[in-house]
Nanobody
C-alpha cells in the first residue's frame, strides 16, 4: 500500500511562485506514473500535470503550460510541482496521484491560495 503525503501549499500573491511536493512511502515511486491534480471549491478535480515513471515524458493541462513544471526524484520517492506566475484561478487543493497497473493511490492534498 502506497501512502502519499503532499506538502508545500500555502498563500502566495498573484504572479508569485510556489512549489508543492509529494513524498511516497510503502512503495517504490519508480513503479508509478505520477500526476498532480487540483480541485477548486465547486469544481471537479482536474489533471494539472503528469510525469512518466522514468521522468522523461511529461504533459500539462493547457491552463498551466509554460508556468508549471513537474519533476520527480525516484531515489527520494518524491514528486514536485513548481508553480510560477500563479493566478487566482490556480487556487485549489492540489493532490498527488500514483498510478500503476490497476492501482491508483491519492494523497490527501495540500491547499494553495492565490490572493493579494
Amino acid at each position: 500500500q502506497v501512502q502519499l503525503v503532499e506538502s508545500g501549499g500555502g498563500l502566495v500573491q498573484p504572479g508569485g511562485s510556489l512549489s508543492v511536493s509529494c513524498t511516497a512511502s510503502g512503495g517504490t515511486l519508480s513503479n508509478y506514473a505520477m500526476s498532480w491534480h487540483r480541485q477548486a471549491p465547486g469544481k471537479e478535480r482536474e489533471l494539472v500535470a503528469i510525469i512518466a515513471r522514468g521522468g522523461i515524458s511529461t504533459n500539462y493541462a493547457d491552463s498551466v503550460k509554460g508556468r508549471f513544471t513537474i519533476s520527480r526524484d525516484n531515489a527520494k520517492n518524491t514528486v514536485t510541482l513548481q508553480m510560477n506566475s500563479l493566478k487566482p484561478e490556480d487556487a485549489a487543493v492540489y493532490y498527488c496521484k500514483a498510478a500503476g497497473g490497476s492501482k491508483n493511490y491519492w494523497g490527501k492534498g495540500t491547499l494553495v491560495t492565490v490572493s493579494s
